[in-house]
């Protein structure tokens, strides 16, 4: 059973930069690839970012490249996603999740989770 929590949701300003927690409930969380996705109001849950089981190995989504970053910590079980220069388009519940690979298989990190948080809602303020 692999359970994932996520936190760091809340009301954010235009600009600001808020980091998103997410903790695993999982045994051996370093044989799992990490990802966030999100879902704005109205649309369909599209992909953020992957990380590789390691951490040594990242894909963003173009929207978000060079504004957010994950990070794991697997002594934690804990993945991270800091998130910078906050537009209101990035309002979303902000979801994370995994799936077993140890491989840098970026199709599957943004097609092939298997397991997902409950998400946490983002909301960007002008």
């Known amino acids: 059973q692999v359970q994932l929590v996520e936190s760091g949701g809340g009301l954010v300003q235009a600009g600001g930069s808020p980091r998103f927690f997410c903790a695993a409930s999982?045994?051996?969380?370093?044989?799992?690839?990490m990802g966030w996705f999100r879902q704005a109001p109205g649309k369909e849950r599209e992909f953020v970012v992957g990380?590789?089981?390691?951490?040594?190995?990242?894909y963003y989504a173009d929207s978000v490249k060079g504004r957010f970053t994950i990070s794991r910590d697997n002594a934690k079980n804990t993945v991270y996603l800091q998130m910078n220069s906050l537009k209101p388009e990035d309002t979303a519940v902000y979801y994370c999740?995994?799936?077993?690979?140890?491989?840098?298989?970026?199709?599957?990190?943004?097609?092939?989770?298997?397991?997902w948080g409950k998400g946490t809602l983002v909301t960007v303020s002008a």
């Open positions: 999740a995994a799936t077993i690979s140890r491989y840098n298989d970026y199709a599957r990190w943004v097609h092939g989770m298997d397991y």
């Open positions: 999982v045994r051996s969380f370093s044989s799992y690839a």
């Open positions: 990380m590789s089981w390691s951490g040594g190995s990242t």
